[in-house]
């Protein structure tokens, strides 16, 4: 049964992404400018960003077909799914039934794909560069990420996302060890998939490193906007995804409009001291050499192992 | 005065006042009486259990039965020989300049706290205990072993330290295991590690946990023991250290580690069904005996070449007892006395020799019948003693070995006779050159110390021709306790 | 999901994923210092995870093993171990004999076996913190595998070190603690061993030139 106030969860669900992601990445920068003793540049930058590129034209590469034009729209649509299906708010969401956590991870591969074919279809050096760089981390982070959320669905015996923070969220307090390990993998994996400090550099464009920013190094105008806040909202998306699975309070129960309301001031806290302490993590952490990606991801895979093995020796009879 | 306390305290306050007054010129004859009033108090102790029965000491801590007082006496015997010889013998390394005395005074104390050590071990009956009394044993010798401080003992002792501690973390898991299951039948009282309480309840013991401690314990005291795979320290520390401390090591140490397994055994028998302590400790023991074996025609080195002959005995030990039974316990407690005395007295001999002749490598060693004949004949007379060469005592536990085997195991025969034969063969060709041949070297300033050579060797062959009635008797008691 | 486990049960269980999670990060980790102190923290786990049976199962003598854990384990041993680094001036890059990541895949199969082999038993067992005895297990395997593939003196140590912890949680978490008198003695072994090592530390250095023990290769069977 759809109610009123699932619909109304769903909507604000997703429109509190669109309005949060740049806000978020935002206040990460900030932070990241406070704790580098920079002066920080203004909250709201990155809507500026977008207000602006998406006022400009479009310049487009001679080789560039009708893939490199649609792809910004694919992420995009992509991740807006993505935190429709995200239960952020709420559990009680209509549009959970679409995807579970496998396929909330296929979702995230679809976009890589996309991008990835983007930058290759032009065919500058930097372009494939950055696209290879992506499907290799990519091709690590996944596993990784399927692990930690088989390690969840066992806890809740369901591979709904809703379904496994519904369990995690309204339980009485057990202390899961493998969720620790889950955790942190998930951390790990995050990192990589957002390309944060130990792995990439958002703001890089030193040519040699850089894997985000090569790939829509030929974006301009409106698309660059798009993918701008698609990889936002990806940073929102997994912000959110962590805080439901690994801090679950607050969020509200099916139909309670009520709780809904309170869930919003509390999403926006604990995105902020999230946001806080990704800054911190990165200022602390230097870039690894592209090399060492794997051996980073590699720990993320294994992390997430053990938290399935010590979910089976641990709490196999709970 | 208790004979037991005594026993223990002797070492122990001579240990201490030894680190203190070690460089005094009385320290060596100090280590010697120490080590007299030891002999003469597990002397006191054992006739005592002789004519007693078992007992404890200190609340139910110790317990003293006829199967460890034979121990404690052959301990305190090659404690006091090996003290007695160690005199003259360290004198003269201190002459040629390789050890200082700061080093001598290490050596007087470590020996003696080592030597409590192994006293407290044999003597416990709380299983935690004596894998505290091990660990103590391992840590007192390791800095023996490094004594002389060359790049080549300072890895022996590293390689010591880390494998024996590798291996006792190992017997400290089977302990833990061990103290698993008996919390379970006789509750979280202290006296679940107390031998003499689990013996009563051994049967209740739940055979899983019991049979993966016992995995761990023999693999941890195995190392000790220096079963293969785990005997690699072994060579190394007794090539290495000052001879003393090898003749203690191949003498004593291993007999201890093994009087752990054989302690562990007991229970571990008693709570699983089917041989299968037993079963282990002939596969270890085949596998350590062919492994020693085959070794020792490689070596050129000849402390680490009796080091692979201590393997390979103690490889035919665990055998032994793994068969189980009477006879086949009988004749292991017999092949370990003769192990300890002959070992020990071709250490001594060896010392000399290597000594004597500047060199441990022994095609460098030649002549040693005319540069002493005494050392010359107690070299020899040790090895064809070892090799179980008839009128000798060693003959008569190998023997006993063998006939229960060829009867009970007739598969392991084959085994036991190629191991004996290739260790035969590869030691005689050896030593038959060092003994006899051609040299020119010069006579040592402190006269050797030859009794304690001679002393072990007329034990051993008296004991090949006639063993003492009182002693059969004691044997049989011990091993009717091991089952 | 019921709540049959107690909340104190639930603690300890955490405490040793966290002992195990820390070996892992052992394993992981490429600096001498950092290694150190991963080692302080996993003293620091092991005691409160000790403190933790000590107050659910009211054992006073396991209040004074806690005390024993952070007095040495978490303060005096890293105390020494630093003390050592400085002293002897080693580098501060571990090195591994195998890769790590190779080590790390490893380290995951030795896992694996140690809960293998430590299901059947757990299953047997009373004690509501049973499962803690496969995790430890697989401390005392991982850190023996450290021990094995690094190449420094020190490194050794510590992985000698970290196993006992791993034995210590065997001890007090799968079965409330063994007798006092048998954990005073572990303690003094312990401490006397490592003060041992360091005197041996500086006459390797003397010798050698180098905490590397691949200098220590001469001794071989040929």
Excluded at chain 2, 64 to 81: C, E, K, P, Q, Y
Aim: glycine letters at 8%; one cysteine or more.
């Amino acid at each position: 049964m759809i109610s009123i106030s699932g619909l109304l969860g769903q909507a604000f669900a997703i429109l509190l992404a669109l309005v949060l992601a740049p806000l978020l990445s935002g206040w990460v920068g900030q932070c990241r400018a406070w704790l580098q003793n920079r002066t920080a540049p203004p909250l709201l930058l990155p809507y500026y960003q977008l207000q602006k590129l998406f006022h400009k034209d479009v310049v487009l590469a001679h080789g560039a077909s009708s893939l490199f034009r649609a792809a910004p729209f694919v992420v995009f649509g992509c991740m807006v799914l993505a935190c429709a299906i995200i239960p952020s708010l709420s559990t009680d969401l209509p549009l959970a039934p679409a995807a579970d956590a496998i396929a909330l991870v296929g979702v995230f591969g679809l976009a890589r794909v996309f991008i990835s074919l983007a930058a290759m279809d032009v065919g500058t050096s930097f372009g494939s560069l950055g696209g290879r760089r992506e499907m290799l981390i990519g091709f690590l982070a996944e596993p990784a990420l399927l692990m930690v959320i088989f390690t969840l669905a066992m806890i809740a015996q369901s591979t709904s996302v809703a379904t496994i923070v519904e369990t995690l969220a309204h339980r009485e307090l057990v202390i899961y060890p493998s969720l620790a390990f889950a955790g942190v993998a998930f951390t790990f994996v995050s990192f990589a998939e957002n390309a944060r400090v130990p792995v990439d550099n958002p703001a890089t464009h030193l040519e040699l490193t850089m894997i985000h920013e090569a790939m829509i190094l030929e974006y301009s105008g409106r698309y660059l906007a798009l993918l701008e806040w698609a990889a936002s909202l990806k940073l929102y998306a997994y912000s959110c995804l962590g805080l439901a699975l690994f801090f679950p309070w607050g969020i509200a129960p099916g139909d309670d409009l009520l709780a809904l309301v309170a869930a919003i001031p509390l999403l926006v806290l604990k995105l902020a001291i999230g946001g806080a302490l990704l800054a911190g993590i990165e200022t602390i952490n230097a870039k690894v050499r592209i090399f060492r990606a794997p051996e980073f991801l590699g720990t993320a895979f294994m992390l997430a192992v053990l938290g399935l093995l010590v979910r089976l020796l641990l709490e196999s009879k709970v | 005065m208790d004979f037991f306390v005594l026993m223990l305290a002797i070492p122990l306050v001579s240990g201490a006042l030894l680190t203190v007054f070690g460089e005094c010129d009385w320290a060596p004859n100090l280590n010697i009486i120490a080590s007299l009033g030891t002999f003469l108090a597990a002397a006191g102790l054992t006739a005592e259990i002789v004519a007693n029965g078992p007992r404890f000491a200190f609340g139910e801590q110790f317990f003293i039965d006829s199967l460890n007082v034979f121990f404690v006496a052959l301990t305190a015997f090659v404690g006091l020989t090996t003290s007695i010889f160690s005199g003259p013998y360290m004198r003269n390394e201190a002459e040629h300049g390789r050890l200082t005395k700061p080093r001598l005074r290490l050596y007087k104390s470590m020996y003696q706290l080592f030597m409590f050590a192994m006293l407290a071990a044999l003597t416990t009956n709380n299983l935690g205990i004596l894998w505290v009394a091990m660990e103590a044993a391992t840590l007192t010798t390791v800095l023996l072993v490094s004594l002389y401080r060359t790049p080549a003992s300072l890895e022996a002792a590293w390689k010591y330290f880390i494998l024996c501690g590798v291996g006792i973390a190992q017997a400290l898991f089977g302990t833990i295991l061990l103290y698993f299951a008996a919390e379970r039948v006789l509750g979280e009282s202290g006296n679940a590690l107390l031998w003499t309480h689990l013996i009563d309840v051994k049967g209740q013991l739940e055979p899983n946990i019991m049979a993966l401690s016992f995995i761990f314990l023999l693999v941890g005291y195995g190392t000790k023991v220096g079963l293969a795979p785990l005997h690699n320290w072994l060579p190394d520390a007794h090539a290495e250290g000052p001879t003393p401390v090898s003749a203690v090591l191949s003498g004593l140490l291993l007999n201890v580690a093994l009087y752990a397994i054989l302690r562990c055994k007991v229970l571990a028998d008693g709570a699983i069904p089917g041989d299968f302590a037993g079963k282990l400790m002939i596969g270890f023991g085949l596998f350590t005996l062919l492994v020693a074996a085959f070794f020792l025609s490689r070596q050129k080195d000849v402390k680490r070449m009796f080091a692979y002959s201590s393997i390979e005995h103690m490889g035919l030990i665990t055998f032994a007892f793994g068969m189980g039974g009477p006879v086949a316990n009988f004749a292991g407690l017999l092949h370990m006395t003769m192990h300890s005395l002959t070992k020990s007295a071709i250490f001594f001999a060896v010392g000399h020799a290597t000594q004597k002749t500047g060199t441990q490598l022994m095609e460098n060693i030649r002549g040693l019948i005319r540069i002493n004949p005494l050392i010359g004949w107690g070299l020899m007379l040790g090895t064809l003693a070892i090799l179980g060469m008839p009128p000798f005592g060693v003959f008569a536990s190998e023997f006993m070995i063998l006939t229960h085997a060829m009867k009970h195991y007739p598969w392991a025969t084959p085994v036991l006779l190629l191991g004996l034969g290739v260790a035969f063969a590869a030691i005689f060709g050896k030593v038959q050159p060092m003994v006899f041949g051609e040299t020119e070297a010069k006579r040592l300033p402190h006269a050797p110390a030859i009794t304690p050579v001679f002393l072990h060797l007329g034990i051993v062959l008296m004991l090949g021709l006639y063993i003492p009635p009182y002693l059969t008797r004691w044997f049989h008691e011990a091993a009717r306790m091991l089952g | 999901m019921s709540s049959a486990i107690p909340f104190s049960a639930q603690l300890i269980n955490l405490f040793a994923a966290v002992i195990l999670l820390l070996a892992f990060a052992m394993l992981a980790q490429r600096r001498v210092v950092a290694l150190i102190n991963l080692f302080a923290m996993q003293g620091l786990t092991l005691c409160l995870s000790t403190l933790v049976v000590a107050v659910s199962t009211g054992q006073s003598h396991l209040y004074y093993s806690a005390g024993l854990t952070l007095l040495l384990k978490v303060l005096l041993l890293p105390w020494i171990l630093h003390r050592l680094v400085r002293k002897l001036n080693v580098k501060s890059e571990v090195e591994a004999l195998i890769n790590i990541p190779t080590t790390m895949l490893v380290g995951l199969v030795l896992v694996m076996i140690a809960f293998n082999v430590a299901l059947p038993i757990s299953e047997l067992s009373h004690t509501i913190t049973r499962g803690t005895l496969g995790i430890a297990l697989a401390v005392v395997m991982l850190a023996f595998l450290m021990m094995i593939t690094r190449q420094k003196a020190i490194t050794q140590v510590v992985g000698f070190l970290s196993m006992e912890n791993g034995l210590f949680l065997a001890a007090t978490s799968a079965t409330y603690g063994m007798p006092m008198v048998v954990e005073l003695g572990i303690a003094l072994d312990v401490l006397v061993g490592v003060i041992i090592l360091g005197v041996f530390f500086f006459q390797i250095r003397d010798q050698f030139d180098s905490l590397d023990i691949h200098h220590m290769e001469r001794l071989k069977d040929n």
